[in-house]
T-cell receptor, first 114, second 115 residues
């Protein structure tokens, strides 16, 4: 079974630009979550989608948004990029997003904002 | 609300010696607890999970963890470290107040293994 796939692996953008990251979950998984990982803040929850609906959202500004398609694939978008958005963005999937279901993570997208 | 504290930011052991990574948690409900490992430039891999069954949980690669409710701890151990165990380890808590894919991560413990 293929794991969680994130594309692209690396991105370099300049301040003010926008970026779209993509995530394909494990086949059959309907819940997709996004996390931001930085050395200073660690792993922080961005949002979670289930059946094309955002069910949960972390404490990030509105510049961070996402969506999920009918095949469970998900994208996240960051508009008006800031230097502080430089991070590893991790996508994770699970069957139904229950609290006791482990998440399966992709290898992440490394975003560098210059 | 849930929280998790990893008591050591960095642990260094020699190859072949035991590993102990410490984790304390806080939860208003019966928690689910996980340990994940992250190798450089990789995503997180699940090592093991506790979900209210046996208190001693065995995971992959020889790791295990013991849930101790009285001490609110979930420490990760391995009898004999291998060079390939060098990585960052995250203790994670979740409970029924946290539906929707939101896990609470500790700050991580970097494990170094000396030859």
């Amino acid at each position: 079974k293929a794991g969680v796939t994130q594309t692209p692996r690396y991105l370099i953008k300049t301040r003010g630009q926008q970026v779209t990251l993509s995530c394909s979950p494990i086949s059959g998984h309907r819940s997709v979550s996004w996390y931001q990982q930085t050395p200073g803040q660690g792993l922080q929850f961005l949002f979670e989608y289930f059946s094309e609906t955002q069910r949960n959202k972390g404490n990030f500004p509105g510049r961070f948004s996402g969506r999920q398609f009918s095949n469970s694939r998900s994208e996240m978008n960051v508009s008006t990029l800031e230097l502080g958005d430089s991070a590893l963005y991790l996508c994770a999937s699970s069957l139904g997003g229950q609290y006791n279901s482990p998440l399966h993570f992709g290898n992440g997208t490394r975003l560098t904002v210059t | 609300a849930q929280s998790v504290t990893q008591l050591d930011s960095h642990v260094s052991v020699s190859e072949g010696t035991p590993v102990l990574l410490r984790c304390n948690y806080s939860s208003s409900y019966s928690p689910s607890l996980f340990w994940y490992v992250q190798h450089p430039n990789k995503g997180l891999q699940l090592l093991l999970k506790y979900t209210s069954a046996a208190t001693l949980v065995k995971g992959i690669n020889g790791f295990e963890a013991e849930f101790k409710k009285s001490e609110t701890s979930f420490h990760l151990t391995k009898p004999s470290a291998h060079m390939s165990d060098a990585a960052e380890y995250f203790c994670v808590v979740s409970d029924r107040a946290n539906q929707g894919g939101k896990l609470i991560f500790g700050q991580g413990t970097e494990l170094s293994v000396k030859p």
